[in-house]
């Protein structure tokens, strides 16, 4: 008589997707995989493959916070672990709060992995007054249920501890330690030069507050070989459809922009899945710029890096992992990424990698969590099953009018025009039974007195401006 296997612990990581959910481009974007922020999966993988061991198996929530889905999470799951980055700024105060009413609910651990607080670069915490009722909550719900909340740095950890809170723990973010203790890196010439692939990252915010579209032009003109690489949903947007709802997305000066000489040019990327990010910046000399996990990405593929600080969740990071750095609002605007590649030591962030290595993962284990390094096969499987995905190509500038190019966009617009007439039908068909008689809907040219587009008229609205002026001859 033989024992009955022991079941496997089941952990729902917080995630915008499972590394191993391939969809095309067009897919990825209706959906928003990434949460709005590319830069989130580089964390959710890294912590998605930390977590899987053979005793453990990791599922992914789709990032969606469902109060009402915490009975069948406590039914279903062994933990919840939840990955974080800025989650404590004005703007996520409403996402927190949702996550908190989901937590008070939930009967199994739950397990914080690097959140941070956003604030400027001196550190000051002024503006994050407002919402601390939030964040208090929040972190009660959290250490009750777990040992210790984990911080990304010194300012969250100082931010907490003057709220009264003493289980705090710097263990940095998941993304660092995706590869384990090791961490290795050399600069493969001793300086740049015109022939270099120079990668280049920033936000909105650091374009245009920052000067950075001033660092990013002059590198544009010195270095033939740059490549700016996106991150948000709406540069996403911008690059596969030329077109974008938000209206930050009307902003010039940033490469993501149709009307950028980067964006005419072909030279701006952004990715959908970090195996693909990571091994196509292998082939680069150098990384800089305001994104903190665009340049860890450039890290993580072996490429040295810089990162231009614009606040305080950025610079604590740097601090923390020894990442060379400098604040953006002290840099020159003509600097050349020739003197930060020179700058830049990474001694102290390979040297100390594996005392934050083992910091992180003994964190995890005083809070009952496994990881693969030390109780697994060090992420072999789990690199081996991520090879066999056919993961989409980079979002790159829709410049082109190849039909071949062009084919999945319109095979994407033909299946959401036919998901939309689905849901006009389903929503007619419930006006009628509500109403008890039939609703007089003028769809294209009807005579009815109630006016609804259609489902031809929505998609169309949804990519066929950008269709048209692409196709549009230049004046």
Not at 418 to 433: R, T
């Amino acid at each position: 008589m033989t024992d009955e296997p022991t079941r496997k612990k089941r952990i729902l990581l917080r995630s915008g997707k499972s590394p191993f959910d391939v969809a095309s481009l067009e897919q990825s974007l209706h959906r928003d995989v990434f949460a709005t922020n590319a830069g989130n999966l580089i964390f959710s993988d890294a912590a998605h493959k930390i977590l899987t061991t053979p005793r453990a198996e990791v599922l992914s929530n789709g990032i969606r916070t469902d109060p009402s889905a915490a009975d069948r999470i406590n039914e279903e799951f062994d933990a919840f672990v939840v990955p974080l980055a800025n989650a404590f700024r004005p703007t996520f105060e409403r996402p927190l709060k949702r996550m908190t009413q989901l937590i008070k609910k939930l009967r199994i651990p739950v397990v914080v992995l690097g959140v941070g607080a956003q604030a400027d670069l001196k550190y000051d915490a002024a503006r994050l007054k407002p919402m601390e009722p939030t964040v208090r909550e929040f972190v009660t719900e959290v250490l009750n249920r777990s040992a210790s909340i984990g911080v990304r740095g010194e300012f969250t950890e100082q931010y907490l501890k003057n709220m009264g809170f003493r289980d705090v723990e710097v263990i940095g973010c998941p993304s660092m330690f995706m590869n384990g203790e090791t961490f290795t890196l050399e600069k493969k010439s001793e300086s740049l030069t015109a022939e270099s692939r120079i990668s280049v990252n920033g936000s909105h915010s650091a374009v245009r507050s920052h000067g950075l579209d001033a660092i990013i032009r002059r590198a544009h003109e010195r270095y033939p070989h740059l490549r700016f690489v996106g991150q948000n949903l709406l540069e996403a947007e911008l690059l596969h459809w030329r077109e974008t709802s938000n209206p930050i997305g009307a902003q010039t000066s940033m490469p993501t922009h149709p009307s950028h000489p980067m964006y005419r040019e072909g030279k701006v990327r952004l990715y959908i899945d970090p195996a693909t990010w990571i091994e196509e910046l292998r082939a680069f000399d150098f990384s800089f710029g305001s994104r903190i996990h665009g340049n860890i990405a450039a890290l993580l593929a072996g490429v040295p890096s810089t990162v231009l600080c614009s606040d305080s969740r950025t610079l604590e990071l740097c601090r923390y992992f020894g990442i060379p750095h400098r604040k953006i609002s002290e840099t020159p605007r003509n600097i050349d990424p020739a003197e930060l590649y020179e700058a830049a030591d990474f001694g102290d962030l390979v040297n100390g990698h594996k005392e934050r290595f083992l910091r992180f993962t003994g964190f995890m284990e005083k809070n009952g969590l496994e990881n693969t390094f030390h109780h697994g096969d060090s992420g072999k499987a789990f690199d081996a099953l991520l090879s066999k995905r056919a993961l989409p190509a980079a979002v790159r500038p829709w410049t082109g009018t190849d039909p071949d190019e062009m084919s999945s966009r319109f095979s994407f617009m033909k299946s959401r025009m036919e998901e939309l007439a689905e849901q006009n039908a389903l929503l007619l068909s419930q006006l009628e039974g509500k109403n008890g008689r039939a609703i007089n809907i003028k769809l294209q040219g009807g005579d009815g007195a109630t006016a609804w587009p259609s489902a031809y008229r929505r998609a169309r609205r949804v990519v066929g401006r950008p269709v048209r002026r692409l196709l549009r001859p230049e004046q």
